[in-house]
């Protein structure tokens, strides 16, 4: 790689150093090797199913504790919403209205999405507001062609001339509609929190992190319903945001993993995708850290439920936590006895997920109990995870490690090769998918808090392709947050419904019943 001074200069006004960038180039002429699967995780193999009763127990653990602990809910929330509105960005850029219907149009295009969109136009939650622009805009609106009016709709509420939301944050963008407000997706986060994730004093923190130059619209949007919410919560909200750390982007190179410039001859940089967060959650500090997306939210009457079951994988992670950090001080005051280091295999097999080395009955006493407590002396987190339904995205495995280990994990798609029949049915043979519904422990047993760096597996991100101005570039994707970046966490699969798992990937979720206050007629 032939470097300039004006290179160098770029690389440490990020925070990154020519070694750094050079060991990102060499990580693309290597590649990424694909994770090996061993098997699915399912009920009777690494995910937990909880009896009526037993999550009443954990729900009152949870509750008797909550008050003396320090929690705060961690939101993602920097995604535009740009791959919300795809199939209406490509509406915009294909249809003609002035040459077909918008019969003819949806038929030979097999545009299904816009014809969903268009049965369920007045149950978005933003009808009235682009409706009511777009009339000022066009007097004769109403004797215009379906296809003109829709066209027209869709032009007003996405470009920049009108309502502009295709270049909104996910967050911000209107989600439900109530009989006297629209809430955006950033407040329902509120509404939520408020059941699960407050103080004795009332006070419910929130952690966003969002790209920078949306801070002053989440803070505006904030300030406009921070009293109606606190009112009706009971709630004193503390929000905080963080941005992804420039020292974090990865650097895109040419499909002959040469550095790709610019036309002004300039290195390009990407965000490392949402593993480069787990810098941000590192800088947290609280005794439980909650972990959920932005996009998954449910109109309110349904928040109890979801409410419920935070609490239920709270109090797991506390009764993990108190088993955890008791085996812990008592090693420190004492040798185990040979009956102590049975049972406490017996819990990390059975509680923790893990499995231990083949020969690990020949260690000497010294090394069973150092192997012990290394398994042990690490961030926790409880893992939600739901009935799969297709849907894209990653879940539970057991996979081979390269030393032979075999560990529970979350995996993504592309960390997989599907061109290898095996692995391809073990993909296809998952029970469960995971939607990063997290309760998240990082703190150790003398209280103080783990340094998340030291338990990324670095070899766990991927090379993705990119398009930049038509030409077509390799990017390089940090181990993600809930994947690889968490990698070597003690991990205990909670299977949790459906009803909790309600994501708007597509702009048509808002029509499911999640995020209705009325259901179709």
Known sequence: MNITDKDIKLIKSKGLTVKKVLSQIEIFKNEIPFVVLRSAASLDNGILKFTDHYQTELTKLYESRSSSLETVKFVPASGAATRMFKDLFRFLDNYEYEKESLNSYTNHEKANAIRLFLIGLEKFPFYDIVMEKVKSSYPNFESLSEGRQLYIFVEMMLKEKGLNFGAYPKGLLPFHKYADSISTSFEEHLYEAAGYNKNANGDSKLHFTISKEHLDAF????????????????????ITYSFQKPETDTIAVTQNNEPYRTEEGDLLFRPGGHGALIENLNDLDANIIYIKNIDNVVVRKYQ?????????????????????????????????????????????????????????????????????????????????MVINEGEPGGGPFWIKKENGRVVLQIIETPQINSDDKIQHDILNSATHFNPVDLVCGVKDYKGNKFNLQNFVDPDAGFITEKTINGNSVKALELPGLWNGAMANWISVFVEVPLTTFNPVKTVSDLLKSAHQVKLFS
């Open 219 to 238: 803070e505006d949007e904030f300030e406009r319903i921070k009293k109606k919410v606190e009112e009706k919560t009971n709630t004193n909200f503390l």
């Open 304 to 384: 109890d439920e979801v409410s419920g079951y935070k609490k239920i994988l709270a109090g797991k992670l506390i009764e993990i936590q108190d088993e955890v950090f008791r085996i812990l001080n008592s090693i420190d005051k004492k040798t185990p006895s040979e009956a102590e280091l049975k049972d406490i295999k017996k819990f990390l097999v059975q509680q923790l997920n893990v499995r231990l080395p083949l020969d690990f009955d020949k260690f000497a006493e010294k090394y069973k109990i150092q192997f012990l407590k290394e398994s042990l002396n690490r961030p926790i987190r409880i893992c939600g």
